[in-house]
């Protein structure tokens, strides 16, 4: 098996879901008693919150990659970064490394146009929701993607960042996220991005009114893939 390094999530709780999401798929597909070999650098999620301007993205863009870096050199073989919305600084943070980095909206991007779908609803937090960097990935594999409705998009960027990366895990919530499924439903999405990790806490993704494709799942499904040396799908 080969080495996988993880930049940790925007939160512990999503590194956590990572770490034990890739572990049971390879043990699953190898043995009983197999280990993912993974690096994790847990980032401290308080550099990088809040972030608004220029000089805050390019501040976290040093983080991130003096994260990588330190997980190259300490013998990752490729890496992750565990959070969605920070793939907004994939290019800065691929151009200060040697190995590759699997992109999670490719992925995404190559699972829905697998599964037939054309038409999909981005859900995540704003940024990933209402610019281009996640977006353009989706739609470079044939997808059309409804348009963010701005109240939707603070809704879920309430319950992202006050609720669910400090553990707060409530049925109200559980409930507005039904009701925005629905809602895209009703407005001509044929699937759902669940393009967030702490989502997955609130949102069932096996039993919904659309298909949804959690972005972690199909990400730890790629690493895995990857570290066990399996083609991925094209």
């Not at 008693?33 to 847990?42: K, N, V, W």
């Not at 980095?101 to 190559?110: K, W």
């Not at 809704?155 to 499924?181: C, F, P, W």
Request: charged share 25%.
């Amino acid at each position: 098996m080969r080495k996988l390094g993880l930049v940790g999530g925007m939160s512990w709780v999503s590194t956590g879901i990572y770490y034990e999401r890739i572990n049971r798929l390879v043990q699953k597909r190898s043995a009983p008693m197999a280990s993912a070999p993974l690096l994790i650098e847990s980032l401290n999620f308080c550099e990088l919150y809040g972030l608004q301007d220029d000089k805050d993205w390019k501040r976290a863009a040093s983080v991130l990659g003096d994260s990588a870096k330190r997980l190259e050199g300490a013998g990752a073989e490729a890496l992750i970064i565990g959070a969605n919305s920070m793939h907004k600084l994939y290019d800065e943070v691929a151009s200060q490394v040697e190995i590759p980095i699997l992109h999670i909206a490719e992925h995404v991007g190559l699972a829905l146009k697998a599964a037939g779908h054309k038409n999909a609803a981005l859900i995540g937090t704003r940024n990933v929701m209402t610019e281009s960097f996640y977006r353009k990935r989706l739609v470079s594999h044939g997808i059309d993607l409804l348009p963010p409705n701005m109240k939707t998009v603070e809704t879920l960027n309430h319950i992202i960042y006050d609720e669910l990366m400090v553990g707060k895990v409530t049925r109200d919530a559980e409930r507005q996220l039904r009701s925005i499924i629905t809602t895209k439903a009703q407005e001509g999405a044929d699937s759902i991005v669940l393009a967030c990790t702490e989502l997955d806490l609130i949102v069932d993704v096996d039993a919904n009114v659309l298909p949804v494709f959690d972005s972690t799942r199909i990400h730890c499904q790629a690493a895995a893939d990857w570290i066990l040396e399996q083609e991925l799908v094209e």
